[in-house]
């Protein structure tokens, strides 16, 4: 009990939006240990995480730091007790050079002004006790993804961590990289100082962890001694349903197919690939589901069909048409629609009318406008078809969306997007943050659609949703496919989490049936 | 054209060139400040306006051109920290909060005004101090340069140590480094427990005392008076001077310095008889110009980038 | 009635509220006789036709510039260009008016035509560089309000000044230009009519269009438009265009509505009121026009209040520049909000 230095006792966050992030966490850390934890999106670890670094209080529930009970009130105080923390998305001024960003807020002074010898010589002593080799004056924004990463290691190191918290460090390194780090953390641990690594990737915590926390919709599965445990059966404890949605969907013919994506490669800010060689087909009344952890890729393809990134390497082709040369619009007209992730920026005006966004993807019908002027008793008309056909709970439909619930306005979104009879459709994690009944009725459209003989690309990382909507289903994981399932049915929950966390792969020829057997 | 460039050509434009920079470099380096804290001050028109009238006001009933130099900083120490409470607490647009500064100055100085001496034109019944020009010893008796460089407003003085100030605030002290952490990563300054509404007030309120000391130069420097509308777009301009300099001291200058030459050039031209109206409008027109150019080249960069 | 109506409603009222208090406090710190002050600024505009006719007649530019501005606006353009061009499309007209005779209707429609036809070259230039390049329109319209006073005043003086008065004013215009009287004991001009009808034609194309619910939406939520395919440049150079026309019209208008010479001697100032009344009006064109008679009422209490007390009518500045700076406080009465939206959301699951 004792030689914890850091403990959790069932902690409890509820967020002042009524989500209960962290239902009842339990989590201990030892000294000089290095300690995974590991969950599905959404499971409730960066609530975890920000909890221990003070940028969130628990509701309820105990922490104790080195056998005493404490508050961890800000980032301030998790500092001052020697917690650090290297964020996915680094917390680096470009501009700045590595020195500056590292002293940052503790700027060593003379007289009036900063004094950089002091600085640089903090700065190298740091270096050479922890063999991390960086040029103190080069600046932050010519830096590799890799030598950021120290850089943000370096910063807490020098604001005197113990205890250092890393957030999916490796999901924007290269293997190489990967690896470099792996030996810099094997060497801080020798150093005495513990880490704490949240990551998805079993094969990096099989490597380089002590032990490993599960945590599952909000609740610690338990803590193993990682020696104890094969991947396989880490994933089957963090992946895995309780509640199974069932559907009735009947047999489907494959129509001729209305997207085709080929030898797509994308590469992002930093110059490396986020996306590798997609291949695949979509056809007429099939509905193709992406599973996968989050920012393996799924984004930036869907990003790329629907015409807001334009500088890919490969070809998308719409019917016959590529459209790399087509606008948002033009690729509207043909008959795509498309639910975006985000739908209070992307998918909707928040501060418009429900009417006003209902019409999003048809106001310059014919059929709504008159000459030169809208049609209201039309489109008033289409808007209370809509409400009622698509559940939307409200009072008129002359309410601004914002005053809905989230399920309310995501139901707006599809009712619009669907009720075009679309050829392809693109759902993009269609039922996230909604509740059970409006997921179950977003679900159900969804088929409709496919049964009338829409192509549905479905990208989910809720992988009940994506097994059970699906009649194809493709796994990506790091840019790349892994997997590809001609009908979802061949393969189970087990399987697919073995891929989506990069432990197994198929062969290129299975994958290929993507866009071949299609 | 002989007689143009005659008049280009000689120590009286270039002395005239220092002299009309020196309001518009107060603003743009106020500007610079705020900018690089990102919290841009619209306002600065508005600021320089009000505390060209204090400068005035106060150095008419102390007697005092200190005290009436102190009186205008203090006022646009306080408009922008008023401002500041309104765009960081309040959440007001900068945008339409610095239009709204602006109306206040243009009004409320009119109002002050007349209340103060019952004209709404210029506050020659007032008293008012000027602050002095100096002669630098030794410089002054070299041919030309002393002509150019000896001789200007104590205030000229003030702003070109204070573009060696900012610089040197900017580059070489932490409050520095924490203003450009604010404007260009918020989260990694907060990640560190920078306070990031602490240092954009600062940045903000020094804004406001750079176009307070440019105010001070118009009505106690520059002339003797304060006139209504006398900042007559400076700080519009001072705005587009520090969006050129890409954010640096040294570019901000010397923006601020071409601005300062158009202007110079109007008031030198209209003794060539070339009609007033016309030649008031080439700082505008130059300020028009520098803007497009600089958006012109942003927009390829931005383009090759992608 | 909705909360979200509900709460700008009562934060709209409440910027108002205090800012006349303010100007109330002004009054009884400043003035000599405040009580009387106060009657003259709040009450006299009210007591006489003359003095409600005057209120009219400056709602009249008020309309035009709050429409051209709550235009802008609404399409996310801080452009304050209305007021060079109301300035330099008076001048138009006015040479219009000078130089021409024409059978009586055709002469103030091609003043007026004039007029709005430069607006729209102007603000389609500032919308242009916005698009394009990302040129801040802010400082590029303030720059081109004083580039065309310039060209303007130099025009009026060299080319159309009246030598024999006094002030630097242009010749007399033909009477064929002039708009005529509707209201007797009243300087009201048809104007007034052209203005409701704008406001209705303006009203039609922002909520009866696809073109105006593309300015809308691209407004509101410049992302929901990108991702339903509207194309942002279009949108821009649409609004600024109609703005353009629209300010331009209320300079000829008003030249031809209320002078005999062009006699503006600076800036008029007009164009900058229509961004307190598009804010306001929260850019909807129904309410620009109660907001332009709010306005005009103030200022005519404000003048009323200079000629016959010791308080200067620019107070009202000060009010306006006080009640922007409330209304567009995101977080002012912010908690109000959310409390009366949590309760909605409430009661409607």
């Not at chain 3, 109301?86 to 138009?92: A, E, V």
Request: hydrophobic share 45%; aromatic share 10%.
């Amino acid at each position: 009990m004792d030689n914890y230095i850091l403990e959790l006792k069932n902690i409890m966050k509820l967020y002042n939006n009524g989500v209960v992030a962290n239902k009842k966490v339990n989590f201990e850390l030892k000294e000089g240990e290095i300690h995974a934890i590991v969950g599905e999106n959404g499971a409730g670890k960066s609530t975890l995480m920000k909890i221990l670094f003070g940028m969130e209080q628990p509701t309820s529930g105990e922490i104790f730091f080195k056998g005493k009970k404490t508050n961890i009130e800000g980032s301030d105080k998790a500092i001052e007790m020697g917690i650090g923390m290297v964020h996915q998305h680094f917390m680096l001024v470009p501009s700045f050079t590595i020195a500056q960003n590292m002293i940052l807020g503790m700027e060593p002074k003379k007289g009036i002004s900063i004094d950089y010898n002091k600085a640089t010589d903090m700065i190298k002593d740091l270096i050479k006790v922890y063999n991390l080799k960086v040029d103190p004056n080069m600046k932050t924004e010519d830096l590799s993804v890799g030598m950021k990463q120290k850089v943000e290691i370096l910063k807490a190191l020098l604001r005197g961590a113990k205890i250092l918290i890393l957030d999916e460090p490796t999901a924007v390194l290269t293997p190489q990289e990967t690896d470099e780090l792996f030996v810099q953390l094997k060497k801080l641990k020798e150093n005495g100082h513990t880490i704490i690594f949240i990551s998805h990737k079993l094969r990096e915590v099989k490597s380089i962890c002590d032990r490993v926390t599960v945590i599952k919709k909000g609740l610690t599965m338990g803590t193993y001694n990682v020696s104890d445990m094969t991947e396989q059966e880490i994933s089957n404890i963090m992946i895995g349903r309780d509640v199974v949605l069932k559907y009735d969907k009947r047999k489907n013919e494959k129509g001729e197919a209305l997207l085709k994506v080929e030898n797509l490669s994308y590469k992002g800010i930093e110059g490396n690939y986020i996306l590798k060689d997609i291949n695949f087909t979509l056809n007429r009344g099939n509905i193709l589901g992406i599973a996968g952890i989050e920012g393996n890729g799924q984004r930036e393809l869907i990003s790329i069909i629907t015409g807001n990134k334009k500088n890919y390497e490969g070809n998308v082709f719409l019917g016959e048409k590529s459209i790399q040369k087509l606008s948002i619009g033009e690729i509207k007209n043909y008959g795509m629609s498309y639910i975006p992730e985000d739908r209070m920026t992307d998918g909707v005006a928040k501060e418009a009318f429900i009417m006003e966004n209902l019409i999003g993807n048809r106001y310059k019908s014919s059929e709504l406008n008159n000459g030169l002027l809208f049609d209201m008793n039309k489109i008033n008309k289409l808007s209370e078809e809509l409400v009622s056909s698509y559940d939307v709970v409200c009072k008129d439909i002359e309410q601004k969306v914002e005053s809905l619930s989230g399920g309310n306005i995501q139901k707006i979104v599809v009712a619009r997007e669907c009720s075009i009879d679309p050829e392809v459709l693109i759902a993009e994690q269609p039922t996230r943050g909604v509740d059970v009944g409006a997921a179950h009725f977003i679900h159900e459209e969804i088929i409709k659609l496919r049964d009338d003989k829409t192509a549905v690309l479905l990208v989910s990382a809720d992988l009940n949703e994506a097994m059970e909507l699906s009649d194809s289903l493709i796994v990506m994981f790091e840019g790349k496919i892994v997997a590809y399932f001609e009908d979802v049915k061949e393969t189970d929950e087990e399987e697919l989490g073995l891929y989506m966390l990069g432990i197994k792969r198929q062969s290129e020829e299975e994958i290929r049936r993507a866009i071949d057997e299609c | 054209m002989n007689s143009f460039f005659d008049t280009i050509f000689t120590s009286d434009f270039v002395f005239s060139t220092i002299r009309v920079t020196t309001p518009i470099l107060f603003a743009a380096l106020g500007a610079l400040i705020s900018n690089k804290a990102g919290s841009p001050n619209i306002g600065l028109e508005g600021i320089m306006l009000m505390s060209a009238l204090g400068g005035v006001v106060f150095s008419a009933y102390t007697g005092s051109a200190f005290i009436g130099l102190l009186g205008a900083v203090l006022v646009g120490l306080i408009s922008a920290s008023i401002l500041a409470y309104f765009t960081l607490k309040l959440k007001t647009d900068v945008i339409l909060g610095g239009i709204a500064i602006n109306f206040f100055a243009d009004g409320g100085t009119i109002f002050l005004l007349y209340y103060l001496t019952g004209d709404k034109g210029t506050s020659s019944s007032l008293p008012s101090k000027v602050l002095p020009n100096i002669d630098l010893p030794i410089i002054q008796n070299i041919p030309v340069l002393g002509d150019i460089i000896s001789g200007h407003n104590i205030l000229t003085y003030v702003a070109i140590i204070l573009i060696i100030g900012v610089w040197y605030l900017l580059n070489k002290t932490a409050t520095g480094l924490r203003i450009k952490s604010v404007g260009e990563n918020e989260d990694a300054a907060k990640s560190v427990g920078v306070n990031i509404m602490k240092v954009r007030y600062l940045a903000m309120a020094l804004s406001g005392v750079f176009a307070g000391l440019g105010g001070a130069f118009l009505s106690m420097g520059y002339v003797s008076w304060f006139s209504r509308g006398m900042s007559a777009g400076r700080g519009w301009i001072a705005l587009a001077a520090e969006a050129m300099g890409r954010g640096t001291v040294l570019g901000t200058t010397l923006s601020s310095i071409l601005f300062g030459a158009a202007d110079a050039l109007s008031n030198t031209l209209q003794l060539l008889g070339i009609p007033s109206e016309l030649i008031s409008i080439i700082p505008y027109l130059a300020t028009v110009i520098g803007l497009l150019i600089y958006a012109i080249n942003n927009t390829k960069k931005r383009k090759l980038k992608e | 009635m909705n909360v979200e109506k509900r709460f700008e409603i009562v934060r709209t009222f409440v910027a108002v509220t205090i800012s006349l208090l303010i100007g109330f406090a002004i009054i009884l710190f400043a003035s000599d006789e405040p009580l009387s002050t106060l009657y003259y600024f709040i009450i006299s505009p009210s007591t006489k036709m003359r003095y409600l006719g005057n209120v009219v007649e400056l709602a009249i530019p008020l309309i035009f510039s709050g429409l051209a501005t709550s235009i802008l606006f609404q399409t996310g353009l801080f452009n304050l260009g209305s007021e060079g061009v109301f300035y330099f499309s008076g001048l138009l007209a006015s040479i219009i008016g000078i130089k021409f005779s024409l059978s009586f209707i055709f002469h103030p429609i091609l003043a007026i035509l004039i007029g709005s036809l430069f607006g729209m070259i102007v603000m389609l230039l500032i919308g242009f560089f916005k698009a394009k390049w990302n040129a801040s329109e802010l400082v590029i319209s303030l720059m081109f309000n004083s580039i065309f006073f310039g060209i303007g005043a130099y025009i009026l003086n060299f080319y159309f000044r009246d030598p024999n008065v006094s002030g630097v004013y242009s010749f007399k215009m033909n009477e064929s230009v002039f708009l005529n009287k509707i209201i007797p004991g009243t300087r009201i001009h048809t104007g007034l009519i052209i203005a409701l009808l704008t406001v209705f034609l303006v009203y039609l194309f922002l909520y009866r269009t696809r073109w105006g619910y593309e300015i809308r939406m691209t407004g509101l939520n410049k992302r929901f438009g990108k991702y339903t395919g509207m194309n942002t440049t279009k949108v821009i150079l649409i609004a600024s265009i109609l703005a353009g026309a629209i300010a331009g019209m209320g300079g000829a208008v008003e030249i031809i509505g209320m002078y005999d010479r062009f006699k503006w001697s600076a800036l008029p100032g007009l164009g900058f009121d229509g961004a307190l009344i598009a804010m306001l009006a929260k850019n909807k064109p129904k309410n620009v026009i109660f907001a332009a008679l709010f306005l005009a009422y103030i200022r005519i209490g404000a003048d009323l209040m200079a000629r016959m007390t010791d308080i200067p009518s620019e107070m009202v500045y000060i009010l306006q520049a006080i009640i922007i700076l409330f209304i567009s406080g995101k977080k002012f009465l912010e908690g109000y909000k959310e409390k009366s939206l949590l309760k909605e959301v409430k009661n409607n699951e």
